[in-house]
T-cell receptor, first 115, second 111 residues
């Protein structure tokens, strides 16, 4: 069982470059999330998708765009990377909305450095 | 703010001791979830307690919920070095679908 798969695992970007972080889940989950985690900090929600075709901003959406391509895939795009976006990015999925008593499953993270 | 606030921020204990961490939140919840994160890895779900439950057990984990005080506690009994990790709570609200985390408690269990 693959669960939640993130690619790439590591990436170095130059300031101003763009890139897309990929996330795919094989558990037929409706909800998917993108978080960032900075050193010594908790996870901050960037974007959330409750179901295919819907997306919603989280706590720190500025500088990011997302696409819920289909039920399996939820991608995160940095259009013009900045050093402040250096972070570890986590994707997660859950069967349904958090209030409906379902747990979330996390990918292993993408370590992004912007120089 | 929708996130829970964990306390303490850091906790260091000896193997075999119990570890208690707390989570406080602001408004009525639907459920509260606890997760563990080993260094550099993704979060792993530990336990979910619903708003109408007061206590829940899973192996060496015991979670309590006091809705009158808007707080929850996670107790790890007979801790092991392998329990060294960061622990996060995530309260979820009746109107919310999102999972939002606090800063976490960093637990260090020394052999």
């Amino acid at each position: 069982n693959a669960g939640v798969t993130q690619t790439p695992k590591f990436q170095v970007l130059k300031t101003g470059q763009s890139m897309t972080l990929q996330c795919a889940q094989d558990m037929n989950h409706n909800s998917m999330y993108w978080y960032r985690q900075d050193p010594g900090m908790g996870l901050r929600l960037i974007y959330y998708s409750a179901s295919e075709g819907t997306t919603d901003k989280g706590e720190v959406p500025n500088g990011y765009n997302v696409s819920r391509l289909n039920k399996r895939e939820f991608s995160l795009r940095l259009e013009s990377a900045a050093p402040s976006q250096t972070s570890v990015y986590f994707c997660a999925s859950s069967p349904s909305k958090a209030r409906l008593n379902t747990e979330a499953f996390f990918g292993q993270g993408t370590r992004l450095t912007v120089v | 703010s929708q996130q829970g606030e964990e306390d303490p921020q850091a906790l260091s204990i000896q193997e075999g001791e119990n570890a208690t961490m707390n989570c406080s939140y602001k408004t009525s919840i639907n459920n509260l979830q606890w997760y563990r994160q080993n260094s550099g890895r993704g979060l792993v779900h530990l336990i979910l307690i619903r708003s109408n439950e007061r206590e829940k057990h899973s192996g060496r984990l015991r979670v309590t919920l006091d809705t009158s005080k808007k707080s929850s506690s996670l107790l790890i009994t007979a801790s092991r070095a392998a329990d060294t990790a960061s622990y996060f709570c995530a309260p979820t609200y009746n109107q919310g679908g999102k999972l939002i985390f606090g800063q976490g408690t960093e637990l260090s269990v020394k052999p």
